[in-house]
Structures are given as structure tokens and as C-alpha cells.
């Protein structure tokens, strides 16, 4: 029985005629890369090569998008803790400079000096790039996910 199966496959195989190999390959970034592979008929016209072209290109397409999604989702995280360490730079510096006030035995109010205030002036002006940054690199993740639906 299997036998027959077997001849009957190949006879149909060979009635289709001979076909050509595409080979689709699309590089997503940090040296990975898709591939894919069609066969297809050599009696196929132009419009269904096309078609085969854009069903393939977006498949490629998506999963490229799914591992730029990936990426995205790291850096996200990554600017997130970078903002939490900054936070806490600028706090312990602030701390510190407040107790060298003291340990200097100043009177009255604490003031920073200017080279301390330039100091605290760039956490803050780094606090605001990375907020700046981590709110458009949300945005951007909802729309990528939106795309990969």
C-alpha cells in the first residue's frame, strides 16, 4: 500500500513540472537574520510571483518588528534604571553637599555653591532627557505592538 502512495506522489510531483527555489532573507538587527524558502512552479506569471513576494515581505516584516519590539522593551528598561540611578545620584549628592554645609560649621540656611549647583543642575538636565526619552520610547512600543497584531 505504501508503495503505491509513494508512486503516486512522485508521478504527481513530476506531472507539476520543474520549479525554482526563492530564497527571501531579511537581516533584524544585532546579527540576526531570517530566511525563507518557496518553491514554486516555472509556468507561474508575474502577479503570482508578486503575490508570493508580498506575502513573504510581510511575514518578514513582522518578525523583524517583533525583535526590534524585544529590543525596544530592553532599552526601555534600561532607560528606566538609568533614570532610578540618577534620581539617587542627585539625592545623595544634594545629601552631601547639604552635610558639607555643616561640617564646614556655616551658619543659617543651606546654600549650594555654584560649582555644586552646576553639578545638581546636570542631574536635573539629565532627569528631564531620560523622562523625555523613556515617555518616546513608550509611545513607540505601543505603536510597534499595535503593528505587530
Given at each position: 500500500m505504501l508503495d503505491k502512495i509513494s508512486q503516486q506522489q512522485d508521478a504527481e510531483t513530476v506531472e507539476k513540472g520543474l520549479g525554482v527555489g526563492i530564497r527571501f532573507a531579511v537581516s533584524v538587527g544585532n546579527g540576526r537574520q531570517i530566511e525563507m524558502t518557496a518553491g514554486v512552479p516555472l509556468d507561474w506569471e508575474k502577479d503570482e510571483f508578486n503575490n508570493l513576494f508580498d506575502k513573504l515581505g510581510g511575514v518578514m516584516d513582522r518578525q523583524a518588528m517583533r525583535y526590534q519590539l524585544h529590543d525596544m522593551r530592553l532599552a526601555l528598561e534600561q532607560g528606566e534604571s538609568q533614570l532610578r540611578a540618577n534620581m539617587q545620584q542627585?539625592?545623595?549628592y544634594e545629601a552631601t553637599c547639604a552635610a558639607d554645609w555643616q561640617?564646614?560649621?556655616r551658619h543659617g540656611e543651606f546654600r549650594m555653591?555654584?560649582?555644586q549647583?552646576?553639578?545638581a543642575d546636570n542631574y536635573k538636565s539629565t532627569d528631564q532627557h531620560l523622562r523625555t526619552q523613556i515617555e518616546k520610547m513608550r509611545k513607540d512600543?505601543?505603536?510597534v505592538e499595535e503593528k505587530c497584531r
Open positions: 542627585l539625592a545623595n561640617g564646614r560649621g555653591s555654584e560649582s549647583r552646576k553639578q512600543i505601543k505603536d
